[in-house]
């Protein structure tokens, strides 16, 4: 049986192995496929039974060239870059991996919240170039440091990913309130659920831990950002498209918005003309939060469960049944 990785580099750069896939048939990685290029998709797939992609396209095209394919796999909870629909019409049952970045994910996202508050990576940078050497003081800081203590965090969404946010926010000593359509017991431990704009009024700090869906694309808008605190923190390290980037980069210049973190992009590699380039205090970092290498073997290993379930005539984590 052949098996190809069509983009495999993000997931293992070097330090993991594919000996768990390398025993389940004939594999073969491709490090990049192109992400436009349907025709490199299609020829690197050839007649092989099982696709494993990340960010590479299958298309209803790819998948109508490739009759042999049975069964794709995705390295990562999206899988908005496969036509699920037309691959659950031909039959091909497409796997997931639900669950793995909660740790690295929601740890990246009070990274992000940090280093707004500190500014550590700055300051340091400062005293390699000799200002503290030269300061006529003992200490000094550039950017207005701030506690977190007492402040409200407003998490949207409140999946695994959020709740271990909420974890982290309340051992900051910080009140956590929380809007997610779906409630429960191991949410309300951790947070005080509330209606959105409720959320968006009483939050010093919004954090974005949510799926792509319809309903929150483009939620973070300028009419949205018009109901939260002036000097409000926003968070987003879950995708890009939840936020209208013209709407936040006006937000931040005019200083309604005090800060930003953010690990993606409505457009991944981010363009140059992306507004937040030129926004005023604005992190962005390229979409690695989940990319420790104890979440990206969590990957590794529910992907050869996905394989070896769906070999035995029994997949699992499937997003088209």
């Given at each position: 049986m052949k098996i190809v990785v069509l983009d495999g580099y993000t997931e293992n750069p070097g330090d993991l192995s594919w000996e768990g896939l390398e025993k389940l048939g004939e594999l073969t990685v491709y490090d990049r496929t192109s992400l436009t290029d349907e025709n490199e998709a299609i020829a690197r797939i050839g007649d092989a039974e099982i696709v494993l992609t990340n960010k590479t396209p299958i298309t209803k095209r790819v998948i109508d060239a490739c009759p042999n394919m049975k069964f794709i796999a995705m390295l990562a909870t999206g899988y908005n870059v496969v036509d699920v629909a037309y691959a659950k019409e031909q039959g091909i049952p497409?796997?997931?991996?639900?669950?793995?970045?909660?740790?690295?994910?929601s740890q990246f996202a009070i990274a992000l919240l940090l280093e707004i508050c500190h500014h550590i990576g700055h300051h340091s940078q400062t005293v390699f170039?000799?200002?503290?050497?030269?300061?006529?003081?003992?200490?000094?800081?550039?950017?207005?440091?701030?506690?977190?203590?007492?402040?409200?965090?407003?998490?949207?969404?409140?999946?695994?990913?959020?709740r271990h946010t909420a974890q982290i926010a309340g051992a900051l000593g910080m009140r956590v309130i929380a809007y997610d359509a779906w409630q429960n017991d191991a949410g309300r431990k951790v947070a005080e659920y509330v209606e959105l704009d409720t959320l968006f009024a009483e939050s010093d700090v919004i954090v974005v831990h949510m799926?792509?869906?319809?309903?929150?694309?483009g939620l973070i808008n300028k009419e949205n950002i018009?109901?939260?605190?002036?000097?409000?923190?926003f968070i987003n390290n879950s995708r890009g498209q939840i936020v209208i980037e013209k709407d936040l980069a006006d937000a931040l210049n005019s200083g309604k918005v005090a800060a930003a973190g953010l690990d993606v992009v409505s457009t991944e590699p981010i363009r140059g003309d992306n507004p937040l380039l030129k926004a005023k205090n604005c992190i962005i970092t390229p979409h690695m939060s989940w990319g420790a290498k104890e979440s990206r073997q969590r990957i590794m290993d529910c992907t050869i469960a996905n394989m070896q379930a769906y070999i035995k005539g029994a997949p699992i984590n499937v997003v088209n049944p």
């Open positions: 497409v796997s997931n991996v639900p669950v793995y970045g909660t740790y690295s994910v170039e000799g200002k503290w050497e030269h300061c006529q003081d003992w200490c000094y800081w550039d950017y207005p440091l701030i506690e977190l203590d007492g402040k409200t965090m407003g998490l949207i969404g409140l999946g695994n990913i959020g799926p792509l869906l319809p309903f929150n694309t018009a109901k939260m605190k002036d000097g409000v923190i």
